[in-house]
């Protein structure tokens, strides 16, 4: 068999010259870049905007310093007062003993609202509705006032006689009057982010830890509950950041918190200012402190995600110091 081949036809209107392919692009001279300078891209609005911020906020610093308005005196005076520093103990007291009970009782009404029973599920979600509904001063009076409503409570038989029973009046003061209405006010909103938590986990982590036959209980334990901290944890300390602002409210009840001590303080001596500088700085202390505890809290559960947290703050700061005292050749 003879195999012939052709040129192949040049196109139509066309010569059977190939065209010329293009000339390739010059290599770019590294010494020429090399001597280009660098021009940085401008932005004349964003430090407009930076300077005028700055100057607020130094009129305001100024303001503060030289208006006699603000009486620092009387601040000094009263800051660490005996007074003051009882009262700050009472709002930690009250804080403390209202998460401890709100996220208690809020875990278990996020566990019946997760429930497959209908029953549970509905009354958790009719606790929700009602406690996340009525504002909290009007729960604090209502608790403070169960002795109005109920002279008598006792044991015995459902809608039967009872064995015993005992008068309410002694049964709560104003401290646990307040610490009550305080948890299940703060167990409401603890529920929901708990549940939301929870909820939040793949599901693929429940079926294969039910395909490897670990427990139930386990699962929530060692597998669940370790990755919903992640998406718990932001929320929830909001909530008690929250609630330790929202101790002030139990002046209603004559409680002797930082708010109410304050007020005492500037109804007798007319200096109102400088008293409510007092608990506002306090204020920003406490939950100065909450917050440094959840960063820790939250990196402590990070760990799963990384496996190489990044540096505390007193971390970064022994590090820049280090870098600042060593020499060039690298030794201090």
Known sequence: ???????????????????????????????????????PARHPWRWAAGIAALVVLAQFAHGLATNPGWDWPTFRAYFTADTILRAIGRTIELTAYGTALGFVLGAGVAAMRLSRSAVLRSIAWAYVWVFRSIPLIVQLVFWFNLSYLYKRF????????????????????????????LGLHQAAFAAEIIRGGIIAVDAGQREAAAALGIPRLRQARRIVLPQAMRGILPAAANEVISLLKGTSVVYVMAIGELFYQTQVIYGRTGRVVP????????????????????????????????RNPPPTPPQRLRAFLRTRTSTPGGTP
């Open 1 to 39: 068999m003879t195999v012939r081949t052709e040129a192949p036809s040049s196109p139509p209107g066309g010569s059977a010259e190939a065209a010329p392919a293009p000339a390739p692009a010059p290599a770019p001279d590294l010494d020429e870049l090399a001597g280009l300078r660098t021009v």
């Open 275 to 306: 008293l409510l500088m007092v608990a506002t700085v306090w204020y920003v202390v406490l939950t100065t402190v909450l917050s440094i505890g959840q960063y820790y809290v939250e990196r402590h559960f990070a760990r799963g995600t990384r």
């Open 154 to 181: 006792g044991f015995g038989i459902p809608f039967g006689p009872t064995f015993g029973d005992f008068e309410t009046v002694g049964l709560l003061g104003a401290l646990g009057a307040a610490v009550l209405g």
